[in-house]
DNA sequence: TTGCAACTATACAGACCGGTATGTATTATT
DNA sequence: AATAATACATACCGGTCTGTATAGTTGCAA
């Protein structure tokens, strides 16, 4: 499982923020459920401002390497990448554990500007778009910065609207306007 | 500005809950805000909770009614209609106000799938959704409920990226996404 | 065996929150 | 003038939150 004590911790507390959300979470919470204590906790993240970002920061890690995983298993050019893409997020919405995603989430709970939380949430926002517009470009889209923008905003709609109503196919149906997007602007490209 | 104190209060409270967070704002806050005291607040609404419920059926009519307002003012017909959707949350995500999709933001916040203000969210998301379904429909779209759902997730999407950066055009490229897919569904459809 | 570091156990400080109790001032109606 | 409704002022309660202080326990290594 864990290694030590620390990740134990920071897994403890990052499943329980995504699950039942950041501010509803307290630490003793997190404590009792990780079978440790304050101390302990306090020991390795100095506050709970830093266990918060040490979870955004790990889920930041976990969500891409899931993604370029997932893209280069399921697809060699940049085209069918795009829609690997789709699929690693429509496999991801269909567990049992979804709940919208995180960075969503914890922006909305922190919802002051200056907050660190909005900036990590941009973070992962910007690093995941500019993953897709290298892909737009590489597969030769006419405007690869608005193709990705658009595919980008299908996914976020798509889990808020999943995690609104669960099993309703929203990545599905997402995947499919995707493909209509890429067609399109791809067809006017060549 | 308010006709009475209920009206007053809830509007005050409306507003702080938008721009700060629902869980951010203190019943302190609000009191001190809206220049009147804990006792009347708590007349008018019998608890923080209710008060929140009040906010977002008070967000709901007004983000109804100004989406129906502006689908009559600048279209007749309903394809125009449904683009006519995307000008409305233009005008609505390029307002300095804006911080996002209340429903989305609220429901992010309390996490718990049973809590009053996710019914609240799906309830508005269900409202929408179908006025863009009768508009799909009424246009010869065809598959209304997946185009209608496409356009649902562009928008939600694009006030999402909004919130997360502000000026990046994002609903004006949800518009452009939206045309092709509102064609691409008519020509297959004559 | 001794010593040290990691961890546990528990209690508590201080702040903040939602909500209540008690009493007063103002205004309108009759 | 008496009454009732509305709103204000202020103090308080119980609970929860983050974070800390203090003391005890375990395990391992020299």
Redesign the interface.
């Known amino acids: 499982m864990a290694r030590n004590l620390q990740d134990h911790i920071l897994q403890t507390a990052s499943a329980l923020f995504y699950?039942?959300?950041i501010?509803?979470t307290g630490v003793d919470t997190i404590v009792k459920a990780a079978g440790t204590t304050k101390m302990s906790l306090y020991k390795y993240f100095p506050s709970k401002d830093d266990l918060v970002l040490a979870h955004l920061s790990k889920s930041r890690e976990a969500m891409l390497n899931r993604i370029l995983a997932g893209m280069e298993q399921h697809a060699s050019e940049p085209k069918q990448k795009l829609l690997a893409v789709f699929a690693v997020f429509d496999e991801l919405s269909s567990s049992p554990e979804f709940?919208?995603c995180p960075f969503?989430?914890a922006?909305?709970?922190?919802?002051?500007a200056s907050n660190p939380v909005q900036l990590a949430?941009?973070e992962f926002?910007d690093t995941f778009q500019q993953i897709l517009t290298d892909l737009a470009r590489q597969a030769g889209a006419r405007n690869p910065e608005?193709l990705s923008?658009?595919l980008?905003?299908?996914?976020?709609?798509?889990m808020?609207?999943e995690?609104?109503?669960r099993e309703?196919g929203?990545m599905r149906?997402?995947a499919?306007?995707a493909k209509?997007?890429i067609e399109?602007s791809l067809a006017c490209a060549e």
Not at 152 to 157: D, N, V
């Open positions: 699950s039942q959300g501010k509803a709940r919208g969503i989430n922006a909305a709970e922190f919802a002051e949430a941009a926002s608005a923008q658009q980008a905003m299908l996914i976020s709609g798509a808020v609207s995690q609104r109503r309703s929203a149906t997402a499919a306007a209509v997007l399109q």
